[in-house]
DNA sequence: TCTTGAACTGAACGGATGTTCAGTTATGGT
DNA sequence: ACCATAACTGAACATCCGTTCAGTTCAAGA
């Protein structure tokens, strides 16, 4: 046996890192084996190296793209006017990006640790133009007088890390719906920096 | 060769803990061999097994301790006598108890998929107790009037991932000392939960 | 000083690991 | 209908994995 009836790059690809998007979110990228990997596809070890030079980077690439698509999605959103209107717009765009991509969340930051040296700069320039992002819009409240901070950069990573912790907890159909949450988390972010809502 | 002059177990059981403790935070469980811990004692890898039943046991091991070890320290502060003074004391000792063990919070936080479901549902359970230390301080300030959260179970997740969240980037002889850390991390936090600092 | 057991070695177990590659089959353009 | 090549197999590579155990050496109480 050998190529498979029906097969082509393109959907053999994208199976590819769909399959080593669940199993490394499930298990970790150590616990997770090339032939499982596979075996989720349904194709033999060897196959998965013409869509991956190595393991390695495939986990780069998963992580890379993830926060290619974070910073571009961002980008993409309308700008607030005020600085409370921009915070807020940007607690919803969070908890909304994060929730809806679990896997990929839970990988680019529980396995930071697994890339190698050089790709680990790269996500970390990436994570870290996205935390700018934040603190950009704490500064211009500060400035403005709407929000007092007395270290934008702390505030930013506490955000943040409030932020995505949602994903730790949250599950489709509980207790809370999801646009609840989003008001919840919005109504404590902007009380945290200051602005009275 | 067999036993080494001067082996105790006394002195090597915890030097296999403090081993275990370092690789698996810095590369995780996964990834870590029982011959390089083993290495790191200065002992062979079978050595190791009069310490540990098996890999997965010297993990749980690990969290459990840290978790009773957070809840008996928790325990043993004095509490304040209003729900303000309580999240406060709790926020100082938060940051102060994490920043101690980041090696401990790692591993607690990030190889919780690696544990067996049987040992998962112990370490849960005792996670679970220290949020609810929290949330029972929220709930008494939401009683008597001090806070205003529309729902105390979610604030207590979001407080806790954001103290938690300080161990991703704080720095021993960063920027900010320690103290000024936790001052800001309770003003942010009391400002979340409504009440006027 | 002798003896008992605690502490450890070193080799071995079966099996899994990431990766390579010669060979095989399906596909799509001509 | 044919053919180049894209897609994949299956076996092999050296190396590592967690764990066990018979044998060896040291510590310490009698």
Redesign the pocket.
Known sequence: ??????????T?GPRVRAAAATLFARHGFAA?????IAAEVG?????L??YTP???TLLFDLMQSHLEELLAAWQAEPKGDTPQGRLAAFVRFHIGFHLARPEAVFIAYMELRNLSPENFRTIEASRHRYEDALEEILRAGQADGSFHIPDTRLASMALIAMLTGVTNWYREGGRLARAEVEAIYCDMALKAVGAGV
Do not use: C
């Open positions: 046996m050998a190529r498979k009836t029906g097969s082509h790059s393109q053999t997770v084996s090339m032939r499982q194709v033999q070890a060897g196959a190296y013409l190595d393991k390695q």
